[in-house]
């Protein structure tokens, strides 16, 4: 990683965006290949020098620290990666109001933090919230059904299978028409739907 960034410093100046942005870049071929220290020390490393390149509040420091917060949360440290992700979503909504798409990603990191931390009803309140979202630019695009899914598997994982079921299903539709029946996520939610159906004892259901 150092090597390619002293080229991109040689060639735009040690302290510029895109250096700050290659950074960020590497960083996310490092998480990839599963090399995470290297990788938090990139995006540290990128989000220092984008802000003083930029300023705190620029959304490519928004973008880069949403990065950091997602590697964070892998590597279970909770309390940074829910300190970091919160600068990021305050930055986008200082820069774009509160209904922003840009702060789909960063919310459901958060929601994330907040699974992991069995803060439910506050996971489940950022999903909604990304949902609609969503839902104000498009409710029939690929990162609608995605907020759909992703509250599925929120009430799927604290027991609430009706509701899991009845957003699986309202985004099956959307999967098939952008996917096609044949394609592997649509065949995945098929099958998440299908075991729903059966834990539910709905079995008729199930096979048809």
């Known amino acids: 990683m150092e090597r390619a960034?002293?080229?991109y410093r040689a060639a735009n100046g040690s302290e510029s965006a895109e250096v700050g942005m290659a950074a960020n870049n590497l960083s996310e071929v490092l998480v990839a290949t599963?090399?995470?220290r290297e990788a938090e020390e990139g995006f540290r490393a990128a989000i220092g020098i984008s802000t003083r390149?930029?300023?705190?509040n620029h959304p490519d420091v928004a973008v880069e620290r949403t990065n950091l917060a997602n590697l964070l949360l892998l590597l279970g440290n909770f309390p940074a990666a829910e300190?970091?992700?919160t600068s990021a979503i305050g930055t986008y909504e200082k820069l774009y109001g509160a209904q922003h798409p840009l702060l789909s990603k960063p919310l459901r990191v958060l929601a994330k933090v907040r699974t992991m931390t069995q803060q439910y009803p506050a996971a489940e309140a950022l999903l909604v919230r990304v949902r609609d979202i969503?839902?104000?630019?498009?409710t029939s695009s690929a990162n609608y059904a995605s907020a759909l899914t992703a509250l599925?598997?929120?009430?799927?994982a604290t027991d609430q299978p009706d509701k899991a079921l009845d957003y699986d299903r309202r985004a099956l539709p959307i999967y098939e028409r952008i996917y096609g029946?044949?394609?592997p996520s649509t065949a995945t939610l098929h099958a998440s739907i299908g075991s729903q159906l059966?834990?539910?004892g709905k079995l008729k259901e199930a096979e048809a």
């Open 5 to 7: 960034l002293g080229l």
């Open 34 to 36: 599963g090399r995470y």
């Open 53 to 56: 390149a930029l300023g705190e």
């Open 83 to 85: 300190s970091v992700v």
């Open 134 to 138: 969503e839902g104000s630019v498009s």
């Open 152 to 156: 599925a598997a929120h009430y799927d």
């Open 181 to 183: 029946v044949n394609h």
């Open 198 to 200: 059966v834990y539910q």
